[in-house]
């Protein structure tokens, strides 16, 4: 039953996509019968910023933790240091967003 559902859940999901992507390529209202993009050439490009996104956030929390702490974060929070795991999220929470920004 489960694998049924989730079959269902992905013919749904990139029947979606599908119509989206016809839709944004109408002009007028008539909608255009060759879409620019398929389904798949807009999976690869979610995946590729995706990734890209994903790389940023590590690198830029590494520079954080390089260039603006003077403890190493990972030892202190592999003992249970709590405000450093806060502060560690903190920084990723804000560098993620900024990254978002960015890509979009």
Do not use: Y
């Not at 749904?12 to 119509?19: A, W």
């Not at 790389?55 to 990972?74: H, N, Q, R």
């Amino acid at each position: 039953m489960p694998t049924r559902i989730f079959r269902i859940a992905c013919v749904t999901g990139f029947l979606l996509i599908e119509l989206s992507a016809i839709a944004a390529n109408t002009e007028e209202g008539i909608p255009v019968l060759a879409p620019l993009h398929t389904v798949w050439q807009l999976l690869l490009h979610c995946s590729l910023f995706g990734g890209l996104g994903i790389l940023l956030v590590i690198a830029g929390f590494k520079i954080f933790d390089w260039v603006i702490t003077k403890i190493d974060l990972e030892a202190e929070i592999a003992k249970g240091n709590v405000a450093a795991a806060i502060l560690s999220a903190a920084a990723i929470l804000g560098i993620s967003l900024i990254v978002a920004a960015a890509i979009n």
